[in-house]
C-alpha cells in the first residue's frame, strides 16, 4: 500500500531477510545483491559507531554475500602502513561485529570475514612508476605533425619569409 502511494517502507527488504530463515538458503542474483547492499549499509553503521575503529579510519569498499549465505566477504581499504595493525583488529573484533550487525538486521548473520582491498595501494604504485617512467625522446620535437595538429606552438614571425608590403605597415602602427 505504501509503495503505491510512493512512500519506501522497507518492505521488500525485510521480506529478503524473513525468507533467511527457511533451509533452502540458493539466492539468485538479485538477491545477492540486495544483500550485499543491506550487509553493507549495517556493517558500515556498526564500524562508524565504535570507537576503536574510528580511530584507525576503517573504510569499507564493498560487502558480498555468497549464494549459500555462510559467509559474508567485507573489504576494506589497505593504506599500506598500519594494516598490520587493523587486521589484528579486525580478527580479534568480528566476532562482536557480526553480533552487533545480527542486532540490527534481527536474523542471525553468518561467519564474517575481512578481506584487504589493495586498489589502491596498487594505483598509487602505477602513479609512481607511470611518472618515473622514461618514455624515450619527445615525438613533439622531431616531427612537424605535431604543429599541423596544434599540439606545438608556431614559429615566431621573425623566423618566416614575411613581405616586405606588411611589415612597412607594422613599422608605421
Known amino acids: 500500500m505504501g509503495m503505491r502511494y510512493g512512500i519506501d ?10 525468507s533467511l ?10 538477491k545477492v545483491v540486495q544483500l550485499s547492499r543491506i550487509l553493507e549499509e549495517r556493517i558500515a553503521e556498526v564500524v562508524a559507531t565504535d570507537e576503536m575503529l574510528g580511530r584507525l579510519q576503517l573504510q569499507i569498499t564493498r560487502v558480498r554475500v555468497d549464494r549459500a549465505f555462510t559467509q559474508v566477504s567485507v573489504y576494506w581499504m589497505c593504506r ?23 542486532e540490527s538486521i ?3 548473520c553468518p561467519e564474517v570475514k575481512f578481506i584487504g582491498d589493495k586498489a589502491l595501494l596498487m594505483e598509487q604504485e602505477m602513479d609512481k612508476l ?8 619527445d615525438y613533439r620535437l622531431l616531427s612537424k605533425s605535431a604543429r599541423v595538429l596544434g599540439n606545438v606552438k608556431e614559429e615566431s614571425p621573425n ?7 606588411l611589415t612597412s605597415i607594422k613599422k608605421k602602427v
Open 9 to 18: 517502507m522497507g518492505l521488500e527488504d525485510r521480506l529478503l531477510l524473513v
Open 21 to 30: 530463515g527457511t533451509k533452502q538458503r540458493r539466492l539468485d542474483d538479485k
Open 80 to 102: 599500506g602502513d598500519g594494516d598490520s595493525e587493523i587486521v589484528d583488529f579486525l580478527e580479534e573484533s568480528k566476532h562482536q561485529i557480526r553480533r552487533r550487525v545480527e
Open 106 to 108: 534481527g536474523i542471525t
Open 130 to 137: 607511470f611518472r618515473e617512467a622514461d618514455y624515450g625522446m
Open 159 to 165: 623566423n618566416r619569409n614575411v613581405p616586405r608590403w
